[in-house]
């Protein structure tokens, strides 16, 4: 199970590793390939990223029993580094664990796509109130975040738009500068990665009506409604809800 992971083959953890973080995509790309530095990474690191990419890429479905031995034995540590990964990973609602069972991949539920939509929404519109007064110093940050989105549009990159996306909108809850709120989020965002998005490799007009919303909020920040600006990551986010659950 763990084993083809490791090994680095298309579609696994090192594709969508951007989708992370930073810290911990590079984390899972040197397990994932093996690389030297592995062992300079405190062992439960190693376990947490390697897990949480394999999840969020569907190597493990939801529904999947993973155990600690297997674990273990994929990312070549004990067990001890696993159950630390492993309590975390239940933390951030990716997992449930069995004593002396192992760790439940738990799946994506109908309820979950509400409930983390609804999550967002909150985050998100409290944030877009706390940085208007220091709007204009975000909208450099914005404008970038949407200019790389039309570069990976152009190179019919999906998955780093969808990176890109997501940058944007932490952008405006990092700014907000509430710490607790920002862990939060991103939890929530990658758990809406382990939804997917579906169509949007083969829809690429998708792509644009994402750019335009996003431009759309940049726009709004230039003016002079607060109400305006909360009004579009609402409708954004709604767009978002009847995309995710078009899956189900």
Request: hydrophobic share 45%.
């Amino acid at each position: 199970m763990g084993s083809s992971v490791v090994g680095g083959e298309p579609g696994g953890p090192a594709d969508d590793a951007l989708v992370l973080g930073e810290q911990t995509a590079e984390i899972a790309r040197v397990v994932v390939e093996a690389a030297p530095e592995a062992e300079k990474i405190p062992a439960a690191e190693r376990v947490y990223a390697y897990v949480k990419a394999a999840i969020l890429d569907r190597a493990y479905p939801g529904g999947e029993l993973l155990t600690e031995g297997e674990l273990a034995t994929a990312v070549g540590v004990s067990r001890t580094p696993v159950r630390e990964a492993l309590l975390r990973l239940e933390e951030s609602g990716l997992v449930k664990l069995y004593p002396k069972k192992g760790a439940l991949v738990l799946p994506v539920l109908p309820q979950e796509i509400d409930d983390v939509l609804e999550a967002r929404e909150l985050i998100e519109t409290h944030a877009a109130a706390q940085v208007w007064p220091r709007r204009k110093q975000l909208i450099e940050t914005l404008t970038a975040r949407v200019d790389a989105m039309r570069a990976c549009r152009r190179d019919g990159d999906a998955k780093s738009f969808l990176e890109a996306d997501r940058a944007f909108h932490e952008a405006i809850v990092d700014a907000a500068g509430n710490q607790i709120l920002a862990k939060l989020y991103n939890s929530l965002r990658d758990r809406q990665v382990r939804m997917g998005v579906p169509g949007i490799e083969v829809q690429p007009a998708r792509m644009d009506k994402s750019i335009t919303a996003h431009q759309e909020m940049i726009d709004a920040l230039g003016g002079n409604s607060v109400k305006r600006f909360r009004e579009l990551v609402v409708m954004h986010i709604a767009e978002a809800a009847t995309d995710l659950r078009g899956t189900r």
